[in-house]
Nanobody, 122 residues
């Protein structure tokens, strides 16, 4: 049974930084793609960043150069370093995992989802 637990969200001011963490159990990091999605009230969910088994990464255009996705295989933990945060980055951030061996921000490739952590930038 795969479980993903996010942490690290909070309320910050524009220009601040946050680091989100996602601890995975019942799943080894090497199993497939992991990622971060977000959803703001009244808006569609969107893929923010993903990292594949081979370390390949993909980012939403609006976060390129500001966000960095990484993982610690030994700790089975996924991270999202978010710098120079903007109000439009606000939303609930979800950690995802899959056994699919590619790297994509298409939600259909991400089978397992965490409960989410709230990020507010204002």
């Amino acid at each position: 049974h795969v479980q993903l637990v996010e942490s690290g969200g909070g309320s910050v001011q524009p220009g601040d930084s946050l680091r989100l963490s996602c601890e995975a159990s019942g799943y080894t990091r090497a199993s497939g793609v992991m990622g971060w999605f977000r959803q703001a009230p009244g808006k569609e969910r969107e893929g923010v960043a993903a990292i594949g088994n081979d370390g390949a990464t993909v980012y939403l255009n609006s976060v390129k150069g500001r966000f960095t996705i990484s993982k610690d295989n030994a700790k089975n933990t996924l991270y999202l370093q978010m710098d120079t945060l903007k109000p439009e980055d606000s939303g609930t951030y979800y950690c995802t995992a899959s056994f699919w061996s590619g790297c994509s921000l298409v939600a259909g490739y991400h089978k397992y989802w965490g409960q989410g952590t709230q990020v507010t930038v204002s």
